[in-house]
């Protein structure tokens, strides 16, 4: 059974920074795609950031990038995403998900197989 588990999130000011983790179990020796997504009061969940298990590559969200930045400990089995100058438009929960993929980052939340409980990020202005 794959259990993802997110921690970091919280309150932050605008301008601020946050670190998210997200501790992954029960994937075994497949190849997987993982990544965050979001989803805000009255929106519908969408793609943050995302990396390839398998070849390596990272993806972003036009909205985020230059400012948060994906990675991971292959040891720990633990995907992080620190968030830098976060906006208020950045307040959302934000969710941990895998999916099995032989290369790639996948984007899309409706094709992730796995998702976290999520964790909230408020950023007041």
């Known amino acids: 059974q794959v259990l993802l588990v997110e921690s970091g999130g919280g309150l932050v000011q605008a301008g601020g920074s946050l670190r998210l983790s997200c501790a992954a179990s029960g994937l075994g020796e497949s190849r997987y795609s993982m990544g965050w997504f979001r989803q805000a009061p009255g929106k519908e969940r969408e793609f943050v950031a995302g990396?390839?298990?398998?070849?390596?590559?990272?993806r972003y969200a036009d909205s985020v990038k230059g400012r948060f930045t994906i990675s991971r400990d292959n040891a720990r089995i633990t995907v992080y995403l620190q968030m830098n100058s976060l906006k208020p438009e950045d307040t959302a929960v934000y969710y941990c998900?895998?999916?099995?993929?032989?290369?790639?980052?996948?984007?899309?939340?409706?094709?992730?197989?796995?998702w976290g409980k999520g964790t909230l990020d408020t950023v007041s202005s």
């Open positions: 998900a895998a999916v099995k993929r032989l290369f790639g980052v996948a984007t899309n939340p409706n094709g992730m197989d796995h």
């Open positions: 990396t390839s298990w398998s070849d390596g590559t990272s």
